[in-house]
């Protein structure tokens, strides 16, 4: 599947921003879903993830209470909505797919076989 993540840009401390992620090429209802990323110097980290189905859902507790992950299966599309954003979730963000015959998150990024370009987000003031 072809991933092509929108969204990131430069926002104040405590800004919000929504990243999507638009797939194509492939049965995308059958596809779990991930958001990482990638700070300087670092190695990349799970942030979201979503099953198949959009039934199970999980973050990284950094994120926690202030992410959403979401996914609308018809449009093809997935999003992450980032409130309170702090100058810790300064990265290049980056959304995964796998074919999964299990409805389940996956939160190892080896385990992801197709990935976008990236998006970059700056939190600063």
């Known amino acids: 599947v072809q991933l092509v993540e929108s969204g990131g840009g430069l926002v104040q401390p405590g800004g919000s921003l929504r990243l999507s992620c638009a797939a194509s090429?492939?049965?995308?209802?059958?596809?779990?879903m991930g958001w990482f990323r990638q700070a300087p110097g670092k190695e990349r980290d799970f942030v979201a993830g979503i099953s198949a189905s959009g039934g199970s859902i999980d973050y990284t507790d950094s994120v926690k209470g202030r992410f959403t992950i979401s996914r609308d299966n018809a449009k093809n599309m997935v999003y992450l909505q980032m409130n309170s954003l702090k100058p810790e979730d300064t990265a290049v963000y980056y959304c995964a797919a796998v074919r999964s015959v299990w409805d389940i998150v996956i939160a190892t990024a080896t385990r992801y076989s197709d990935w976008g370009q990236g998006t970059q987000v700056t939190v600063s003031s």
């Open positions: 090429g492939s049965i995308f209802s059958i596809n779990a």
